[in-house]
């Protein structure tokens, strides 16, 4: 009798044991499909910090426009007394984000042998050869895209300030702030926007970097633009003194390749160039004007994405040295690596896009609150290892009662879907996804980073 009641002792107390060892091993790593995680406590992270100030929090709260250029905007927009400026604005807006990417011209002599070919086989052999050419013809222009280039004059310019300005300025200002958060110690004293438009970029680095920034190097092509983004900053005036100093203005990039900027911009910009072969120069360009960080933001849709990804292609996978600056180039945002993009090599293809909430000029038609979507892709000079490669989060969390579901795009270049317990993954990494939020980085380990061990627990289905 006390033999069996001793070993029925030893069986219960190592199967407590074996429970014990679960659930301490369940607490210290986290089950994210379809691998093993770890929060990343290497650092101690956290310090005295609560969860909801982790270190891969990087939204911003409504974004505001200074007052003082409110004011101008509206002030600039009453003195034109533009008939139908709502109508015209939205029609702007509308048209600008519904933009796809100009057809190249190799991809329309495709489609037109694709049609010749198509016509030959269904239609009667004795067509003359100019019916089957205008035929094709007729057929391309009712299946292809007709991109036409904007030319800003100064009414244009005008409506365009209204339609753009403000969420403009709440997408850049989100890029800047990532760099800001996550690199406290940047300094930078030198920027250069390519494509400036109304200068929301020279709004949005001064109020993200006034203390250290001392030159600001606009370029756009529109004389109109370059004359309404220097009335903006004088308050309405001609000659009044600018409320952001050290700003300058060109019509064309600099041509010294020795002359580079601390931080290097282009906003809305890229999707304005008529070719692949234009964007390709003016990025070379851009990047080879980069000292530290080059930051491209264009519309969240598909072909907005798609520039950033070509861009991200083309210096990454670019051979050029600079001499002065042989420092190669590494994705800082928003991917937490270098390999080809998950989002569009997926079997439906989708738009990595996050969204900035911002308080629009408040104009009649245009007063509540707002979001502004857009795609961003920040490059560095430098080596990855310099900055942390956490997950992104690239869809809004979904919260639900005792678990957290997260949709991650990670250093090993896969997505992941993870649904986050306390009791599987332990309350740190929790509580520090419940009150995380699209776009933030999550604190973890990811599998490429920590060896998989046989004996760990299978995650939950």
Not at 6 to 11: D, P
Not at 141 to 168: I, P
Not at 346 to 374: G, R, T, V
């Amino acid at each position: 009798m006390a033999t069996a009641r001793g070993l029925r002792f030893l069986l219960t107390l190592g199967r407590w044991r074996r429970i014990l060892g679960v659930v301490l091993q369940s607490r210290a790593l986290a089950f994210l499909v379809p691998g093993v995680t770890q929060i990343d406590n290497r650092s101690d992270f956290l310090g005295k910090k609560p969860h909801r100030k982790h270190p891969g929090i990087l939204q911003l709260p409504h974004v505001r426009l200074p007052q003082a250029l409110t004011n101008t905007a509206q002030v600039l927009l009453v003195e034109s007394a533009m008939p139908n400026v709502e109508m015209q604005v939205q029609a702007l807006t509308n048209y600008l984000w519904s933009r796809h990417l100009p057809v190249e011209p190799e991809e329309l002599q495709r489609r037109a042998i694709h049609l010749e070919k198509k016509f030959s086989e269904n239609q009667d052999l004795s067509q003359t050869e100019e019916k089957l050419r205008g035929a094709v013809l007729h057929a391309l222009r009712k299946t292809t895209y007709h991109w036409q280039e904007l030319s800003y004059n100064e009414e244009l310019s005008l409506v365009y300030m209204a339609a753009r300005l403000d969420g403009g300025f709440a997408a850049v200002s989100r890029a800047f702030h990532e760099i800001q958060t996550r690199i406290p110690e940047f300094k930078p004293q030198t920027l250069m926007d390519f494509g400036s438009g109304t200068g929301s970029v020279t709004w949005a680095a001064h109020s993200t970097w006034g203390q250290s920034l001392r030159e600001y190097m606009c370029v756009d092509s529109s004389a109109a633009m370059l004359h309404l983004a220097e009335k903006l900053l004088k308050g309405g005036s001609e000659t009044g003194a600018p409320y952001v100093p050290g700003v300058f203005f060109r019509q064309f990039l600099p041509v010294s390749p020795k002359v580079q900027f601390d931080v290097v911009v282009s906003a809305f910009a890229l999707s304005e160039l008529p070719s692949k072969a234009d964007r390709t120069e003016v990025v070379q360009t851009l990047w080879r004007k980069t000292s530290h960080f080059l930051v491209l933001v264009e519309n969240g849709t598909k072909a907005g994405h798609r520039l950033l990804m070509d861009a991200r292609d083309l210096v990454l996978k670019g051979k050029e040295k600079l001499p002065s600056d042989p420092r190669p180039g590494f994705v800082f945002a928003p991917c937490p690596h270098e390999l080809p993009c998950p989002q569009l090599t997926a079997s439906k293809p989708l738009a990595c896009s996050f969204s900035q909430a911002y308080h629009p000029i408040p104009f009649s038609w245009n007063k509540k609150p707002k979001e502004e979507k857009f795609s961003m892709l920040i490059l560095a000079r430098g080596s990855p290892e310099e900055v942390n490669r956490w997950p992104r989060i690239t869809q809004p969390i979904l919260k639900r009662p005792r678990h957290v579901h997260c949709h991650l795009c990670c250093p090993d270049g896969h997505m992941q879907h993870a649904v986050i317990t306390a009791r599987r993954h332990g309350r740190d990494l929790y509580r520090c996804a419940r009150v995380s939020s699209w776009g933030d980085l999550l604190p973890v380990i990811t599998p490429s980073e920590f060896p998989l061990s046989p004996a760990q627990d299978p995650p939950e289905n």
